[in-house]
C-alpha cells in the first residue's frame, strides 16, 4: 500500500540555522500539507501546496517558512532560520482533492532545536 | 476561531467493553469529520471519516455525526488493548485543511 514518506526521522540543530524537511507524497495525490505538533500539544496546520502554490497556510506559517515542491515527487518544507519554539514534530500529509478527501500522514520527522 | 474540543481523558475501558469517544466543533462550516489514532510519539493514522448525519460502520467502529449539535462521536466495539492510545478528531471546512481536536487518550485494560 502506497504511503507518505518522510526524511530525516530525526533532526537535531543549533538556533538560527536552515533546516530542510523532505517528505515524498502518495504518487497520485495532489494536495499536499505540512502540520506540526509540540509535545503534549495538539496537532496544528501549517500549510496546504496545490498546483505548485499554496493554497491556505496558518499564523503559523510566517516569513521563517517556506514550501517547494522541486520536482516531481519531492515536497520540502524549509524553516529559515530555526528558534527554539521550532522544535516540533513536523508532519507531512497528502491527499487525491480537498474537502472530502482523506489526508494521509508521513511518520513525521522530529525536530529538535538547541 | 475554528475549535475542536475533545475531553483528554484517559478514557478507561475493560477489554471487551464499548469505548466511546466525543468531539464538538466550532465552526458550522465544518463539512467533512475524520477519526485518527495516535500511538506516543507516531502519526495520526487514519481510522475513519464521516460527511453526512448519522452512523457509518467499519468493523468494530462507528462513527456518528449530528451537525445540527455540532457533535462527532467514534464507538469502539469490542475493545482490545491493542486500542489504546490517543484519538484525534478532526475537522474539514473544505478549506483544504484539517483542524484538530487535542485528542482523547483511551486505555483498554485486559
Known amino acids: 500500500e502506497p504511503e507518505v514518506t518522510q526524511t530525516p526521522s530525526h533532526q537535531v540543530t543549533q538556533m538560527g540555522q536552515e533546516v530542510i524537511l523532505r517528505c515524498v507524497p502518495i504518487?497520485?495525490?495532489?494536495?499536499f500539507y505540512w502540520y506540526r505538533q509540540i509535545l503534549g500539544q495538539k496537532v496544528e496546520f501549517l500549510v496546504s501546496?496545490?498546483?505548485?502554490?499554496?493554497?491556505?497556510k496558518s499564523e503559523i506559517f510566517d516569513d521563517q517558512f517556506s514550501v517547494e515542491r522541486p520536482d516531481g515527487s519531492n515536497f520540502t518544507l524549509k524553516i529559515r532560520s530555526t528558534k527554539l519554539e521550532d522544535s516540533a514534530m513536523y508532519f507531512c500529509?497528502?491527499?487525491?482533492?480537498?474537502?472530502?478527501?482523506?489526508?494521509?500522514f508521513g511518520p513525521g520527522t522530529r525536530l529538535l532545536v538547541l | 476561531q475554528k475549535e475542536v474540543e475533545q475531553n483528554s481523558g484517559p478514557l478507561s475501558v475493560p477489554e471487551g467493553a464499548i469505548a466511546s469517544l466525543n468531539c464538538t466543533y466550532s465552526?458550522?462550516?465544518?463539512?467533512?469529520f475524520f477519526w485518527y489514532r495516535q500511538y506516543s510519539g507516531k502519526s495520526p493514522e487514519l481510522i475513519m471519516f464521516?460527511?453526512?448525519?448519522g452512523d457509518k460502520e467499519d468493523g468494530r467502529f462507528t462513527a456518528q455525526l449530528n451537525k445540527a449539535s455540532q457533535y462527532v462521536s467514534l464507538l469502539i466495539r469490542d475493545s482490545q488493548p491493542s486500542d489504546s492510545a490517543t484519538y484525534l478528531c478532526?475537522?474539514?471546512?473544505?478549506?483544504?485543511?484539517?483542524?484538530f481536536g487535542g485528542g482523547t487518550r483511551l486505555m483498554v485494560k485486559p
Open positions: 464521516i460527511y453526512s448525519n
Open positions: 500529509a497528502s491527499g487525491r482533492g480537498r474537502g472530502q478527501e482523506t489526508q494521509y
Open positions: 501546496f496545490y498546483n505548485n502554490e499554496i493554497s491556505e
Open positions: 504518487s497520485n495525490h495532489l494536495y
Open positions: 465552526d458550522r462550516g465544518s463539512q467533512s
Open positions: 478532526a475537522a474539514d471546512n473544505a478549506g483544504n485543511m484539517l483542524t
